[in-house]
């Protein structure tokens, strides 16, 4: 993905969700960035990663990264989707079934 692409989203997600917006907590520590929640949500769907995996490379609990993914689908859905995620067509329905996908 090109850098442009991926900081679009990472904004995008940023003004469209609370979430992804950095935080401080009680005692003044600063929270996850949308930079890094992002970027564990594209480490589990580009690579397959496991949850607990990303674990090792941010430092992220695995009920936060799976809140995280979630948040993460829902955003996207509801920022990109009339854009992006178009209704499947009778070609695309047709190949699915060819494939063995219903």
């Known amino acids: 993905m090109q850098r442009h692409v991926f900081l679009r989203v ?8 609370e ?3 950095m935080r401080v907590d009680a005692t ?3 929270g996850l960035s949308s930079l890094q929640k992002c970027i564990v949500a594209f480490c589990i769907f580009a ?3 496991f949850v ?3 674990d090792e490379y941010i430092r992220i609990v695995e009920t ?3 809140e995280c993914l979630q948040r993460f689908v829902s955003s996207i859905c509801a920022i990109f989707g009339d854009e992006y995620l178009g209704r499947p067509n009778n070609e695309n329905t047709g190949r699915l079934q060819q ?3 219903t």
């Open 28 to 30: 003044r520590r600063k």
């Open 52 to 54: 607990d995996s990303v």
């Open 10 to 17: 990472v904004e995008a997600l940023d003004n469209h969700d």
């Open 64 to 66: 936060i990264v799976v």
């Open 47 to 49: 690579y397959g990663s």
């Open 19 to 21: 979430y992804f917006q």
């Open 99 to 101: 494939m063995g996908v």
